[in-house]
């Protein structure tokens, strides 16, 4: 079988990823040092040629609160609460479709970049629960009003998603001879689709949103300053939604072929191993990117993680040593919205004036995967 650098966009992504991080002279990465075990991979580098001049986002109207599970399973406000600091969660109803969510996201982000869409050179949507298990982003361009020369690939990384769709971003925006000026970045993800809503360890935990943001090509100040990737797969198991299929027989000649007629399972997740992973694993995972930016913890205006817990993002910033008043966090309102709850938490901060231009942001994704990414953003 023979593949195209053009027609696979995940092979190309790959590729480019490859040949600017190792090749490039032009990129001037401070470093980049990767390692390979048996059920790990990491890597981490300097600063790229590109930030980020535009962010949207989007959520559902629809709201179920704490005291709204009461009746759904045996929980309580308090509990949930107390435990995750959850208490509300935006969620799409039957017929609503996460699409919506992201075109309303990317457009509040072009405006706020004050490009118009047909500038936008590339579209990368990081999604596990996309509307199309094809991918999304090519319907998505073309809504938006994107040219027929704007590449649009899906990129599936879970609750890790956005991040590694920035730093994918990033690498497009820094090769060589690149006529790639602004990348799309959506994060977003429906959830709720796939918990168990009899569930109560799981069901609470969920809503659905999107974000997106525009990163513009600059060689002169860039606004990532470093980065750092892990994939863990042995801790695979400990948070997934696996494909299940239902046997079906077809009559072809002879005895017949058994295949399968699929569908997926619900998500699963061991949240103690999930609590253990993010804890001990995202301190590191920053602590590599801010080395590859060289700076040091002092010189970090805010910490956003991806808003799962907040007993998770209380250990990660004590083992961090920065104080919880210097967390981005929505999660009170929206719960963990995987791939889009960074981007989503960064539009509010932004448009609300807690943001501002020059503040340094040390992000970090982690989820299923296991994975985790961390980024240095200039904002």
């Known amino acids: 079988m023979k593949f195209s650098i053009v027609t696979c966009p995940a092979i190309w992504s790959i590729l480019s990823c490859v040949s600017s991080a190792f090749v490039t002279p032009s990129i001037k990465p401070r470093f980049l040092k990767t390692t390979v075990s048996a059920s790990a991979l990491s890597v981490s580098s300097g600063s790229m040629n590109c930030r980020p001049i535009g962010i949207g986002s989007a959520a559902p109207e629809t709201v179920i609160s704490n005291v709204d599970l009461e009746s759904v399973v045996e929980t309580s406000d308090e509990w949930i609460k107390t435990r995750t600091g959850i208490s509300n969660r935006h969620v799409l109803q039957h017929g609503e479709t996460l699409r919506e969510l992201e075109e309303k996201a990317a457009r509040k982000a072009i405006e706020m970049a004050e490009i118009d869409a047909s500038d936008i050179d590339l579209v990368i949507c990081c999604t596990s629960s996309a509307d199309d298990i094809f991918g999304d982003a090519p319907s998505i361009a073309n809504s938006l009003g994107c040219t027929k020369n704007t590449i649009a690939f899906d990129l599936t990384a879970a609750c890790s998603g956005f991040m590694f769709g920035t730093i994918t971003a990033g690498q497009f925006l820094s090769a060589p001879n690149s006529n790639i000026n602004h990348v799309l970045v959506i994060g ?29 090509k600059d060689d002169d100040a860039p606004g990532i300053l470093g980065y750092s990737g892990h994939s863990i797969g042995s801790g695979y198991e400990n948070l997934r939604c696996g494909y299940v299929g239902k046997e079906r027989k ?72 920065i104080s919880m008043d210097k967390c981005i966090s929505n999660l009170d309102e929206y719960g963990n919205t995987s791939a889009a709850s960074i981007p989503i938490a960064l539009d509010e901060a932004v448009r609300s004036g807690k943001v501002k231009k020059g503040d340094v942001i040390a992000c970090a994704g982690f989820g299923a995967g296991l994975s985790l990414g961390a980024a240095i953003i200039k904002w």
């Open 250 to 321: 077809i009559s072809t000649p002879g005895d017949g072929t058994i295949v399968s007629d699929g569908s997926f399972g619900k998500l699963t997740m061991n949240g103690m191993e999930v609590y253990k992973f993010a804890t001990r694993e995202v301190p590191k995972c920053i602590d590599e990117a801010m080395e590859a930016a060289v700076i040091t913890i002092e010189k970090v205006d805010w910490l956003l993680l991806h808003q799962a817990n907040i007993r998770i993002m209380e250990t990660v910033a004590k083992r961090l040593g």
């Open 188 to 216: 977003a993800d429906s959830l709720t689709r796939w918990i168990d809503w009899d569930d109560r360890n799981s069901c609470i935990l969920f809503g659905d949103g999107a974000g997106a943001m525009v990163l513009k």
